[in-house]
């Protein structure tokens, strides 16, 4: 009996039938829809999916006629040749709707079926349409994961270049120098950690007896317009939230002209702190929010600009105390579409880390922060607009986000992570890795 299920998030009521394969038992998926994939998607989309679709039809020609093994004098053997099976043999635009239903462990599942589907799943064109399509949804980004975005600034195909003038399947096409599959599976969310190595018994085992050990508390250095821009406020609902991160008070340790910040507990193992640095005094913050216009920060100076342009910022003296004391940074940026000065903010990241004592080991966690969640309808929206995925969401993308604040550069270990203020959606995830980062390993993680 065929299994019948659904994807989570779609409205499209599409359904998917799972079949065995005797080879393997192999995942596939044929849609049973009258919306098709064009019509959900725009035209930059389209054009990408039928880049594919031809690409996909020209390689099974060639696979089924041109395949069989050569004989004496030089002829085919014809009764040695592959013949198409059922899934072989439906269309292949079909083909690449079942594809694009499956997740990235079904499609590499599916290459093991057979020489040809092995053959189809390493098409870099393929893999190419699925960062293309995915990427700009994925919840976190850090810099093993980070897609190298210059390769997908040329076009698909040349302008110049028909789909029926290449020869789409030859050794040099896979060979290709982008690997786009290798690019797609180390930054989805949902594969990246099954391609992680696997922990050995023993680190279990002592990360164990060290969550026994009391350590020592952590320490973080909160700014970024995030903070200060947004309506709703994440210091104070991170403040009020005691069901999700208990706050347990200040400590003894003070910092001239900042203060001691705030304890947490992060899942009732270990205790961080959280020192917030303020542009400015809350009278000028809320002056700023209400008149929307930005006010100089009381954080950094403007030193001038560098041979190409991009401003130069010094710390403060006691953002730069605090600089030398904390164990990483959590940087706020607003994520809501339009707002965000890249090259403003990039500088006074750089500035902070620089500040730091032996700098390239903080971590340094970026919440990509929006007041709400975004509706269920512009959420619906924003993922069938495939061509404006930017301005059918409520928020910038993590990718977009690193883009902008110049991280790929840099040479600490970074995260960012969507995160909403009203909920503290996502919050969590990112506290994790950075305890992480700092050498704490909570218990079970």
């Known amino acids: 009996m065929p299994h019948y299920s659904q994807r989570q998030g779609s409205n499209t009521g599409r359904y998917v039938v799972i079949a065995s394969i005797p080879r393997c038992f192999l995942v596939v998926a044929v849609c049973l829809s009258s919306l098709t994939p064009e019509a959900m998607a725009g035209p930059t989309e389209q054009f990408h999916e039928s880049a594919v679709i031809r ?9 089924f006629t041109n395949s069989g093994p050569v004989g004496k004098g030089g002829l085919t053997d014809t009764a040695a040749e592959p013949q198409p099976g059922f899934l072989d043999s439906l269309p292949v635009d079909v083909q690449f709707s079942i594809m694009t239903f499956l ?59 028909s789909l029926d003038d290449r020869e789409e399947w030859d050794d040099k096409r896979m060979e290709s120098k982008v690997d786009y599959m290798s690019e797609y599976l180390k930054g989805c969310p949902s594969s990246r950690q099954q391609w992680l190595p696997s922990r050995p018994a023993y680190e279990v085992v002592t990360s164990f007896l060290q969550s026994l050990v009391p350590s020592s508390e952590p320490r973080y250095a909160m700014f970024g317009p995030g903070m200060e821009q947004l309506d709703v406020s994440l210091v104070t609902r991170l403040m009020y939230a005691p069901d999700m991160l208990p706050m347990l008070g200040t400590p003894h340790r003070q910092i001239n002209g900042i203060g001691s910040g705030i304890s947490y507990m992060f899942k009732n193992q270990h205790k961080f702190n959280i020192l917030t640095l303020y542009s400015n005094n809350r009278a000028e913050r809320e002056k700023a929010k209400v008149q929307e216009h930005s006010v100089s920060s009381k954080l950094f100076t403007f030193e001038g600009t560098n041979d190409s342009g991009s401003p130069i910022y010094s710390p403060a003296p006691q953002v730069q105390q605090v600089c030398r004391v904390v164990d990483g940074f959590i940087y706020v940026a607003n994520a809501e579409p339009g707002r965000g000065d890249g090259e403003s903010e990039a500088a006074q990241i750089r500035a902070v880390l620089i500040s730091a004592e032996d700098s390239a080991t903080r971590p340094l966690l970026v919440l990509s922060c929006v007041s709400r969640e975004e509706s269920e309808e512009v959420r619906i929206s924003g993922l069938q607009t495939a061509a404006n995925r930017n301005t059918g969401r409520c928020r910038t993308p993590c990718v977009d986000v690193a883009k902008r604040l110049g991280l790929p550069q840099l040479v600490n270990p970074w995260m960012v992570q969507d995160t909403v203020a009203e909920s503290l959606a996502g919050l969590l995830d990112g506290v994790s890795w950075l305890l992480r980062c700092s050498r704490v390993k909570p218990y079970g993680s």
């Open 103 to 161: 997740y990235p462990a079904d499609i590499c599942s599916l290459g093991a079926a057979s020489r040809y589907w092995r053959a189809v799943v390493r098409d870099p064109l393929l893999w190419r349409y699925f960062l293309l399509r995915d990427m700009l949804n994925w919840p976190s980004i850090d810099h093993v994961s980070m897609p190298q975005l210059e390769l997908l600034d040329t076009p698909l195909i040349n302008e110049d270049e």
């Open 55 to 63: 690409s996909l039809g020209r390689f099974r020609e060639r696979y």
